[in-house]
């Protein structure tokens, strides 16, 4: 059983910044990859972010040049570091780890984030 766990989630101000992290059970090096997604109420959950097992990165381009996702092998954990946060950034941001098993992947409960003056 592989478990997941968001945490950094929070109001900020629009230009503001935040942190979001999330750690694993196991560890991530043993995942394809590790992802972050975002749901904002009536609206799909949207890929954000990736990061492979070898370190390849990919980012819709919404928030290219504002969001870098980061891992430590060695914690266990994948960070969202947001900056130039936005309103339209407002969701519940969930992580998500990619099993290299076909169509296996795992959730965390995800953290609220809410970009509002």
């Known amino acids: 059983q592989v478990q997941l766990m968001e945490s950094g989630g929070g109001l900020v101000q629009p230009g503001g910044s935040l942190r979001l992290s999330c750690a694993a059970s196991g560890s991530i090096f043993s995942f394809k990859s590790m992802r972050w997604y975002r749901q904002a109420p009536g609206k799909q959950r949207e890929l954000v972010a990736v990061i492979t097992s070898g370190g390849s990165t990919y980012y819709v381009d919404s928030v290219k040049g504002r969001f870098t996702i980061s891992r430590d092998n060695g914690k266990n954990m994948v960070g969202l570091q947001m900056n130039s946060l936005k309103p339209e950034d407002t969701a519940v941001y969930y992580c998500?780890?990619?099993?290299?098993?076909?169509?296996?992947?795992?959730w965390g409960q995800g953290t609220q984030v809410t970009v509002s003056s």
């Open positions: 998500n780890a990619e099993s290299y098993n076909l169509g296996t992947n795992y």
